[in-house]
């Protein structure tokens, strides 16, 4: 078991979410790590420190200025004896505190005197999520070094308010810890991968944009995947609604040069993967202002240039990574544009898919892809996106290892 001996200190802060936390301590001592639980004054408004201590089997630590406590481990002893310390639910309050280095709490103070990793699980209401001050904080805590798990998408437990927000659930968040605690040796340990995902959004005037049907799904899991097989990823991502995959960076862009400029500032790198919808064209000289509609007039003609090809770009670059993927997302001829393409933009890998309207793969959970190389086109069975993301990572590292036989 990845977690037997594993100690994990739990914070506990103030939501709705709270309740699935009792589930989520009951998960991670069933797979024999221990829980040290730590409960914000909110929090107790929502579960209770008996049900807590009843289900950790540890005496539940709520007050920062208990002399009991303190006695007893001390709040710099809590920050310091655990393997990993995990925020579920983890409020806005709570993340701007952290983001800000504020500790007038035991649970914010704790997270100020550690030196453990710290895996983050929000839950708040979507509008909460998405605010400004909640992005900064987010991408403050990001480039702290903090780990996050969602949060994901779906029905909100208090208003029915539909948005990102809610926690991930609890299996998913033992999941995320165990792939952090795994200190089993990987497969790609010490490379460095870069992928895009996403559409691009190019600008015709400052409210209207040209773009593309993609979700990000695939990209976003093929990130996770070459995380979990131990790489260093920084994914580059357009803008999309599902959430930065948990264990890896994520830079968000807006359009195609953006993304090549990111891209281009991660070289060198081992592996690249290039999974971006990135728009073809964007408009010449997108209007700094919105084009009014006039009584009368014609509609505006758009005059489009191409895009660079970052897949090219990276293919073909003095610091070419030792893998370059590329996708062909075609709806004919799948096998000769997926040959093409391998040679004209300098990939090792083609993953090419027919997305076809009536397929359901553009925006969908499944792909059905065919994997082409200079040695051949390999036919995968249709899966869902995490397990193409799973079985590409594996092909990837196979590759790498074979490449660095002499
Ligand atoms: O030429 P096409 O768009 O079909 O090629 C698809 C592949 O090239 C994908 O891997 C995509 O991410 C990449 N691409 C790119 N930059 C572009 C266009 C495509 O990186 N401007």
Same mark, same amino acid.
């Given at each position: 078991m990845v977690l037997s001996e594993k100690r994990i200190l739990l914070i506990i802060s103030g939501?709705?979410?709270?309740?699935?936390s009792l589930d989520l301590i009951r998960r991670l001592r069933e797979r024999g790590a221990t829980v040290r639980p730590i409960l914000t004054q909110a929090a107790q408004e929502f579960i209770t420190p008996l049900a807590v201590g009843a289900l950790s089997a540890c005496h539940v630590y709520t007050d920062l200025f208990s002399r009991e406590d303190e006695q007893d481990v001390g709040h710099i002893r809590l920050a310091r004896e655990c393997d990993l310390v995990l925020v579920a639910p983890a409020t806005a309050d709570l993340m701007a505190k952290m983001a800000n280095g504020l500790a007038n709490d035991l649970a914010s103070t704790v997270l100020l005197a550690t030196e453990r990793p710290v895996l983050v699980a929000p839950a708040m209401n979507p509008k909460m999520w998405s605010h400004p001050a909640t992005r900064r904080n987010l991408a403050t805590l990001q480039a702290d070094g903090i780990r996050f798990i969602g949060p994901m998408a779906g029905e909100m437990a208090e208003s029915g308010e539909q948005g990102l927000g809610r926690m991930t659930e609890p299996l998913e968040i033992v999941a995320a810890v165990e792939a952090l605690l795994d200190d089993a040796p990987k497969p790609l340990s010490g490379r460095k991968a870069i992928v895009t995902s996403g559409p691009t959004h190019e600008p015709i005037d400052p409210v209207r944009y040209i773009a593309n049907r993609s979700s990000g799904r695939q990209g976003h899991a093929i990130a996770a995947a070459l995380a979990k097989l131990g790489a260093e990823v920084t994914l580059v991502s357009g803008p999309v609604t599902i959430a930065d995959p948990t264990g890896l960076r994520t830079i968000h862009v807006e359009r195609a040069e953006e993304m090549r400029d990111a891209v281009l500032s991660l070289? /060198?790198?081992d592996i690249a993967v290039m999974v971006a919808a990135v728009?073809?064209?964007?408009?010449a000289s997108s209007s700094g202002q919105k084009i009014k509609k006039q009584p009368g007039d014609a509609p505006p003609a758009l005059l489009l240039t191409e895009n660079p090809d970052i897949l090219k770009t990276v293919g073909h670059?003095?610091?070419?990574?030792?893998i370059v993927v590329g996708f062909a997302a075609e709806t004919q001829n799948v096998e000769d544009n997926g040959r093409a393409k391998l040679t004209r933009k300098g990939a090792d890998l083609i993953v090419a898919n027919?997305?076809? /309207?009536?397929?359901?793969?553009?925006?969908?959970?499944r792909n059905r892809v065919k994997i082409i190389s200079a040695t051949g086109i390999a036919d995968w069975p249709d899966m869902d996106k995490d397990e193409v993301a799973t079985r590409l990572a594996l092909l990837i590292a196979d590759r790498l290892v074979e490449g660095a036989k002499p």
């Open positions: 939501g709705i979410a709270a309740y699935k070289l /060198p790198a728009a073809d064209w964007r408009v670059h003095a610091q070419r990574p030792k027919d997305v076809s /309207p009536d397929t359901g793969i553009m925006g969908g959970t």
